[in-house]
């Protein structure tokens, strides 16, 4: 046989450990998996002192487009992702114009996205209150699951779920087989708090802070919680920044609920007290937290009481974020290129495995989206999707090696131990150290498996 692609001498990481393995790759599979394979091949890479990661799947971005492409769109957001090591992801549904609550919303972003994204791609859904006869039609078009916000999402066109329409939207959604993906943060507790704030003119980074506090994304979880277990409907907590919340989640899944949650790179490597060192580049929702919950949270992470690492990548253009009352600055963080290294750190100084690094990044999320029949693992038969990690060269976030459409980032500055050193994608090199972005390259779309 002669392979399309033999990498040779590399250190795989498997799910039961990592090994020293030569992989063939063939019609964008990965076709062999073995000690010296002798086969010849059309191209020979040598991954000897490199370590090769399953690709990510980032199942939380917003690339807003088609609409808001000024801020992010498929072109820009995945070299971005594929400069991270990643692979495939999700985008989420409101930031774009139209947001995708309806069939023919999903299905012109598909065609943007076919058109435009480097990597391998799915879409989510949204559930609105305006929407609930369009969730069958979205489901039946390919969404990978359902988005709703508990509190407001920051676009008046997208528009948070009352109790009365997440309860209605959960019974379809279970009918569906789908997954819902909650933003939760309570809407009575922040709004209120901020009404507070606002009207004494405080808003600045504590008041910011103070207005979502732990209390505002437990009451949420729990609420949620209690609602699934009524209707049966899987959930998905995105974004979760509490131990607090993950600890109700875990008793809830040790009760037999169909329940999983994320954690980001950002909650994870910074702090309350860095958002008011960094400035406006580090508000988000929920907000980043004390030092003692940061702490904690990666103590949940290593001890198995998380299910997957994800980005949140919500990128916006300067003018949206540069604003003196932090109510009015756009709440997102633009990180998505430093996933997979977030997770390496994290695994480095804690001396974890680095198949619990593969686990959050891209085994769980291909399991719990359905599409692990051809993601998530190394494996012979799976999509040849890698992610070639050189872990003694650092790399040190720069404005020049940004790769999203507006170069600013909490991340600037910070200095990780690894580096991704190339990025393949169904076989073919995406993202290289030295030849960058390979702008010929075409995602797929990806839809759930029944």
């Known amino acids: 046989m002669t392979y399309d692609l033999l990498i040779r001498n590399g250190s795989v990481v498997l799910p039961d450990g990592v090994k020293k393995l030569d992989l063939g790759i063939q019609n964008g599979k990965i076709s062999a998996l073995g000690e010296l394979l002798s086969e010849q091949a059309e191209k020979v890479i040598d991954a000897d002192d ?48 139209p947001s995708t609550v309806n069939r023919q919303a999903l299905e012109e972003k598909v065609k943007c996205g076919e058109a435009k994204s480097h990597i391998d791609f799915g879409l989510w859904g949204g559930l609105v209150p305006e929407n609930l006869d369009d969730l069958a039609g ?26 009365r329409s997440l309860l209605e939207g959960m019974r379809k959604i279970a009918k569906l087989g789908a997954v819902l993906a909650l933003h939760s943060e309570s809407a009575p507790i922040v709004t209120f708090l901020q009404a507070e704030k606002e009207a004494k003119g405080l808003t600045g980074f504590d008041d910011y802070a103070e207005t979502r506090p732990v209390l505002a994304e437990t009451e949420a979880v729990s609420r949620a919680l209690m609602f699934a277990e009524l209707t049966g409907c899987p959930l998905h907590f995105v974004h979760i920044s509490t131990v607090e919340a993950v600890d109700l989640i875990q008793a809830a899944k040790n009760k037999g609920q169909d329940v999983t949650l994320e954690t980001c790179p950002h909650y994870l490597l910074y702090s309350h007290e860095d958002f008011r060192r960094l400035g406006v580049v580090g508000k988000c929702a929920p907000p980043l937290r004390p030092e003692s919950e940061r702490h904690a949270l990666v103590d949940r992470l290593i001890h198995h009481q998380i299910d997957m690492v994800s980005s949140d990548h919500s990128p916006c253009e300067w003018e949206d974020k540069q604003k003196d009352n932090l109510f009015e600055a756009w709440g997102g963080i633009s990180g998505g290129q430093f996933s997979l290294l977030s997770a390496i750190e994290i695994a480095l100084a804690h001396n974890i495995p680095l198949s619990q690094v593969a686990d959050w990044t891209a085994k769980s999320p291909a399991e719990r989206f359905r599409i692990a029949a051809d993601k998530g693992e190394i494996r012979e038969g799976a999509d040849a999707d890698l992610a070639i990690v050189a872990l003694n060269i650092p790399e040190k976030v720069t404005v020049d090696r940004l790769y999203q459409k507006n170069k600013f980032s909490l991340y600037e500055g910070h200095v990780f131990p690894s580096s991704i050193q190339m990025t393949i994608n169904r076989g073919t090199i995406v993202y290289s150290a030295d030849r960058q972005i390979n702008h010929e390259a075409k995602g797929r779309w990806i839809r759930p498996s029944i």
Request: hydrophobic content about 40%.
């Open 50 to 97: 490199r370590i090769i990661f399953p690709g990510m799947i980032d199942v939380h971005v917003h690339f807003d487009e088609p609409g808001r492409e000024n801020w992010e769109g498929f072109e820009t957001g995945s070299s971005m992702l594929a400069a991270g090591g990643c692979t495939a992801f999700f985008d989420m549904p409101l930031n774009g114009i």
């Open 138 to 163: 979205l489901s039946d078009a390919g969404a990978i699951g359902f988005k709703a916000f508990l509190s407001p999402s920051g676009n008046p066109y997208f528009h948070s779920v009352d109790d």
